[in-house]
């Protein structure tokens, strides 16, 4: 691949959003179980992270399952703003190298009594067997991510800005 020499390419890194940028973000949303997520705690006003469990929902939304009792719960419920990472590295090689999704997104909580409540549920528990032990706990729910825009790394040289519409996963 020849080095860029043209000035504004060499000062924007972003590449123009592709097909192939578009299924890779896809597939790690498709293929994602877990997440990091990043919300600001609202006691410090200092961003705070946790690992959490992620899945598509039936209408391949981007959805979690979260307790009262975690922080990320508590933020979300002060300020609906906040950011996950999907993809993990793989066994070998440069951990920079594997792709990876940050997704700007705005958090839902969703209704027990939702009439999508029972498709949430099964789909859930379709990709998170596990959830089964506690899903029905008085303290869990379900949170829905509208995704504003995401940030796709597929790997060195390779990176994206992706809007919504690149990110409806079918």
């Not at 293929?31 to 200092?46: E, F, M, N, Q, Y």
């Not at 419920?77 to 594997?98: C, F, N, Q, V, Y």
Request: charged share 25%; aromatic share 6%; no cysteine.
């Amino acid at each position: 691949m020849p080095i860029p020499t043209d000035p504004q390419r060499l000062s924007d890194p972003i590449r123009e959003t592709d097909a192939a940028a578009r299924g890779i973000a896809r597939d790690l949303m498709r293929g994602a179980r877990k997440a990091a997520l990043g919300v600001i705690d609202p006691g410090t006003g200092a961003p705070f992270v946790s690992r959490v469990a992620f899945g598509l929902g039936p209408g391949v939304e981007a959805l979690t399952l979260v307790s009262d009792l975690s922080i990320h719960a508590g933020a979300l419920r002060a300020d609906p703003r906040a950011s996950l990472l999907i993809g993990e590295p793989g066994s070998k090689g440069d951990p920079l190298t594997h792709p990876r999704l940050t997704l700007r997104v705005t958090a839902r909580f969703v209704a027990p009594d939702a009439p999508d409540g029972t498709g949430i549920r099964s789909a859930w528990l379709r990709d998170h067997p596990k959830a089964a032990l506690y899903v029905d706990f008085a303290d869990f729910h379900f949170v829905r991510f509208e995704i504003a825009d995401g940030h796709l790394n597929a790997g060195f040289g390779k990176a994206y800005a992706l809007a919504t519409n690149d990110l409806m996963v079918d």
